[in-house]
């Protein structure tokens, strides 16, 4: 297997987990939150996307989904259109509201990004040095990594929000 499918597979499955965490759900479960100041479901799918959209397009040299596909626009949120969502307080995460649809129409248009641009990764190319702001420099495959990890966190964890909201619907 290629360093390029190995990467693919792993944001694939992200893309899967993120799915079913949300389809199905309403604009209302997917803002619920579990304590005051826990993340919504919506939240977790929106940052996760964001993170991947703006580490890819620094990565690759590329523009953001956010911004060159409207997304931002489409959302509304009241957030410059740089934020990703690090250190959003609890009003910041309450602001995060949208239907399944738009989660998911974001989260598939950045997937196509990774899909277009991961592919072509090579193994020597994961030694490319992305971000010089950290010592060592970031080379492209520790990002890439990074955003697997975080993906998944990021996934688990709206799924384990959506059996909350589920049983909730039971009881």
């Given amino acids: ?8 597979d792993a944001f694939g499955r992200i893309q899967e987990a993120v799915h079913e965490a949300v389809e199905g759900l309403s ?25 991947t959209d703006d580490h890819l397009a620094d990565a690759f040299d590329t523009g953001q989904a956010w911004t060159g596909e409207d997304w931002s626009g489409r959302f509304g949120l009241p ?5 990703v969502g690090f250190g959003h307080d609890s009003a910041q ?17 950045v997937h196509a990004r990774v899909l277009d641009q991961v592919g072509s990764v090579t193994a020597a ?9 950290w ?9 890439l990594i990074s955003l697997v ?3 998944n966190q990021h996934a688990g964890q709206a799924a ?9 619907r039971t009881s």
């Fill in 149 to 151: 990890a975080e993906g």
């Fill in 27 to 51: 604009v209302d479960e997917l803002a619920v939150r579990v304590d005051p100041d826990a993340n919504s479901i919506g939240w977790l799918v929106w940052h996760l996307t964001r993170v």
């Fill in 79 to 83: 957030f410059p259109d740089g934020d």
């Fill in 93 to 109: 995460v309450a602001a995060v509201r949208a239907d399944a649809g738009l989660l998911l129409g974001y989260h598939d248009a």
């Fill in 125 to 133: 190319g994961l030694d490319r040095v992305v971000d010089t702001r």
């Fill in 1 to 8: 297997m290629k360093s390029a499918e190995l990467l693919l």
């Fill in 160 to 168: 384990y929000i959506r059996g909350i909201v589920e049983r909730r």
């Fill in 135 to 143: 010592t060592p420099h970031v080379t492209l495959g520790p990002r």
